[in-house]
């Protein structure tokens, strides 16, 4: 047995690669990628969001989230916009193309859950928890080394 099959962080990789090719499988038809999905997703529930409030929720930064939305726009899925109120807020919304794109990409949850095991809600909600608690203590570690390396190189 190799030693990455006892890792905890080659486990998470390998699911990690393993629900984006899921995804990539199922979203293929419509020619859309996970990130791509995922900002589609985000539009249909909670209306429309700035580049920042994209980002945050999907932790990504404007460098990497700005090119997807372009080529967003340019398939005619959103459209961007800048704020009256400060010209530096640029917001995203969905286009007609964008709004009805949500019932043909209605059943790509319950797929993903299906190829993934996931049984029910209750286990779908322990996962998604163990997941987030699992992330937190991760950044927060993170976090915590980067000031400690900081201050070593510093000394």
Same mark, same amino acid.
């Given at each position: 047995?190799? !030693?990455?099959?006892?890792?905890?962080?080659?486990?998470?990789?390998?699911?990690?690669?393993?629900?984006?090719?899921?995804? @990539?499988?199922?979203?293929?038809?419509?020619?859309?990628?996970?990130?791509?999905?995922?900002?589609?997703?985000?539009?249909?529930?909670?209306?429309?969001?700035?580049?920042?409030?994209?980002? /945050?929720?999907?932790?990504? /930064?404007?460098?990497?989230?700005?090119?997807?939305?372009?080529?967003?726009?340019?398939?005619?899925?959103?459209?961007?916009?800048?704020?009256?109120? /400060?010209?530096?807020?640029?917001?995203?919304?969905?286009?007609? @193309?964008?709004?009805?794109?949500?019932?043909?990409?209605?059943?790509?949850?319950?797929?993903?859950?299906?190829?993934?095991?996931? @049984?029910?809600?209750?286990?779908?909600? @322990?996962?998604?928890?163990?997941?987030?608690?699992?992330?937190?203590?991760?950044?927060?570690?993170?976090?915590?080394? !980067?000031?400690?390396?900081?201050?070593?190189?510093?000394?």
């Amino acid at each position: 047995m190799p !030693v990455t099959d006892e890792m905890v962080c080659f486990s998470l990789y390998s699911a990690a690669r393993a629900t984006t090719q899921a995804y @990539r499988a199922v979203l293929a038809p419509w020619g859309l990628t996970y990130p791509q999905y995922l900002v589609l997703a985000l539009l249909w529930n909670e209306g429309e969001q700035t580049i920042g409030a994209l980002g /945050d929720a999907m932790q990504l /930064d404007s460098g990497t989230l700005s090119p997807l939305v372009r080529r967003m726009e340019q398939a005619d899925l959103v459209t961007k916009a800048r704020s009256a109120a /400060d010209e530096r807020v640029v917001t995203v919304q969905l286009t007609e @193309r964008g709004h009805a794109l949500r019932a043909d990409l209605a059943t790509v949850p319950a797929r993903i859950a299906e190829f993934s095991g996931i @049984r029910d809600d209750e286990h779908r909600r @322990r996962l998604i928890a163990e997941l987030h608690e699992l992330t937190a203590l991760l950044q927060q570690s993170t976090s915590s080394a !980067v000031g400690a390396t900081r201050s070593a190189v510093g000394s």
